[in-house]
């Protein structure tokens, strides 16, 4: 059975910075696209950055391109989201997804990812 596992979330001032991470288990992680999505109170689940399964392409949604930065670590089973310049308008609760397709890509279309986090918080106050 997979697991998604995010950590690293909580409350930071505008400005600031936290990096996010999710452990995966259950499977061999270094063959599947990862992505974050996150969601705030009342809005629905948006992307926020993907990486595919070896690391060789990387996109972001607009709003986070040029401050967050996303990273895989095969060996550790764990991909990454380093959040910086961080803003009010990034509170919401992120998740990580993973993909069921070997050597998949990364993507921007939630429907496209089988295996979802629990989810980690993440509240910036201004």
């Known amino acids: 059975q997979v697991q998604l596992v995010e950590s690293g979330g909580g409350l930071v001032q505008a400005g600031g910075s936290l990096r996010l991470s999710c452990a995966a288990s259950?499977?061999?992680?270094?063959?599947?696209?990862m992505g974050w999505f996150r969601q705030a109170p009342g809005k629905e689940r948006e992307f926020v950055a993907t990486?595919?399964?070896?690391?060789?392409?990387?996109s972001y949604a607009d709003s986070v391109k040029g401050r967050c930065t996303i990273s895989r670590d095969n060996a550790k089973n764990t991909v990454y989201l380093q959040m910086n310049s961080l803003k009010s308008e990034d509170t919401a609760v992120y998740y990580c997804?993973?993909?069921?397709?070997?050597?998949?890509?990364?993507?921007?279309?939630?429907?496209?990812?089988?295996?979802w986090g629990q989810g980690t918080q993440v509240t910036v106050s201004s």
């Open positions: 997804a993973s993909r069921s397709t070997r050597y998949s890509s990364g993507s921007a279309l939630a429907t496209l990812y089988a295996y």
């Open positions: 259950g499977r061999m992680f270094s063959y599947y696209g």
């Open positions: 990486i595919s399964w070896n690391g060789g392409s990387i």
